[in-house]
């Protein structure tokens, strides 16, 4: 990875701090992205600590506000004129249904919209760094649940944990729809689903959520072992032109049937893109 210039998003804790730390080992240039200044600032110190890589710069955004998405991009597209791989990570699970300042359902717009946003925003400059590669965390939580187009912002039932889960069948159905609109473009999109990893996911959501991350630490696997299928899918040569796929321990599964419907796809892709005001 050396010379490679990685954009990573949710680096603060869990998967996306483990990532960031095992790329910063392998010579990549980390743009990451993060909303807390002062958690920020400790990941940054802590992989100089551990890697002696001085080759990370720290981004700060809310991706559950298209505002600062569109600004946050920006920032990096006037920083780098390449980016190699990008690592769509940070995630939120919400126990109460909480609007964003867009008026969005924040689970939907930080876990989906987050990801649609920034990826196209960055798109050009990906294909402009060829062959570069899009890696979306997704999880196994996705199966047993289909979108409801009709109430994807979850006004008229909101439940925490599948509202969550619908957010990451949204980014299995975003990552198959872009990797064919990307099939000869140079740039690879595959997701994948860490497993249960101990985390930050939920812990400032209330007794409940901190009740159910504090059983994780216990029984789920460490945020190292969680990030390590990503950084392959991030830079491994095993998976050079590997796209549209799905994989969990370095190995590609199947996900759910409502994930491979190509009509429910694309009609999530141009509602996505009416949502954040783009062509689609």
């Not at 990549?28 to 993060?34: D, E, K, N, Q, Y």
């Not at 392959?232 to 409502?258: C, H, M, N």
Request: hydrophobic residues 40%; contains cysteine; charged residues 25%.
């Amino acid at each position: 990875m050396k010379d490679k210039i990685v954009v990573i998003t949710g680096t603060t804790s869990g998967v996306g701090r483990a990532a960031a730390l095992e790329l910063a080992r392998r010579g990549a240039t980390l743009f990451m992205i993060a909303r807390n200044r002062g958690r920020a600032a400790d990941t940054e110190k802590l992989i100089r600590e551990r890697t002696g890589s001085s080759a990370v710069r720290t981004f700060l955004a809310d991706l559950s506000s298209l505002t600062e998405i569109r600004r946050v991009a920006e920032e990096i597209l006037g920083h780098s004129r390449r980016i190699d791989v990008l690592l769509n990570n940070a995630g939120v699970a919400q126990r109460r249904r909480t609007p964003t300042a867009q008026g969005f359902e924040a689970t939907f717009a930080t876990n989906h919209l987050g990801y649609y946003l920034l990826t196209r925003l960055l798109l050009e400059r990906l294909m402009q760094s060829r062959p570069s590669r899009i890696v979306n965390v997704a999880s196994e939580a996705h199966r047993g649940v289909s979108l409801d187009f009709d109430d994807l912002q979850s006004e008229r039932h909101y439940r925490a944990f599948r509202t969550y889960r619908k957010s990451k069948l949204a980014n299995l159905m975003f990552t198959y729809e872009l990797a064919r609109r990307m099939e000869t473009s140079g740039v690879t999109v595959n997701a994948v689903h860490p497993g249960w990893v101990a985390s930050r996911l939920g812990m400032d959501d209330g007794l409940l959520s901190r009740a159910i991350t504090a059983v994780a630490r216990v029984c789920a696997r460490t945020p190292e072992r969680g990030a390590e299928t990503a950084v392959w899918l991030a830079s491994s040569p095993e998976v050079e032109g590997v796209t549209g796929k799905y994989f969990q321990d370095r190995s590609e599964i199947r996900s759910s049937a409502a994930s491979y419907d190509r009509e429910a796809q694309r009609r999530l892709w141009a509602i996505s893109a009416e949502m954040v005001g783009l062509d689609a």
